[in-house]
């Protein structure tokens, strides 16, 4: 199992040794855009009503959709590592948030019952 930390500090050493150098920000960011574009694509397909041009794709579209999950977690690690974020203290101080902010909201939601 990886860590967070422990894949923000891959990605670097691969970025760095095999990837040449990170793209720009703004690059990676459209990178990220385009990479999430091919998840939505996938998951209408797969769990909306958008169907597939041939059948035959639909049998691989779950490990398409798992390679494209992780293309997108590179690119946002990517950016993290560029901008300085640690993405393990980012998500921690994340859940704390919602923890407070939604504490009562979710379980009172008539919708989620």
């Known amino acids: 199992m990886m860590t967070i930390l422990e894949a923000q500090q891959t990605v670097d050493q691969w970025i760095k040794t095999i990837g040449v150098r990170y793209y720009s920000e703004l690059t ?30 639909a049998t691989s579209a779950k490990t398409q959709l798992a390679d494209e999950m992780a293309d997108v977690l ?33 379980a009172n939601n008539e919708k989620l019952k």
């Not at 459209?30 to 574009?37: D, N």
């Not at 393990?88 to 939604?102: F, G, M, S």
Request: aromatic share 4%; with cysteine.
């Open 28 to 57: 990676n960011m459209a990178v990220l855009m385009e990479e999430v574009g091919e998840v939505a694509r996938l998951m209408a397909r797969l769990y909306g009503e958008q169907s597939f041009k041939k059948p035959e794709e």
């Open 74 to 106: 590179f690119v946002l690690i990517c950016l993290a590592n560029q901008t300085g974020i640690d993405l393990t203290d980012a998500l921690r101080q994340n859940l704390d948030k919602k923890t407070t902010r939604d504490a009562e909201r979710h």
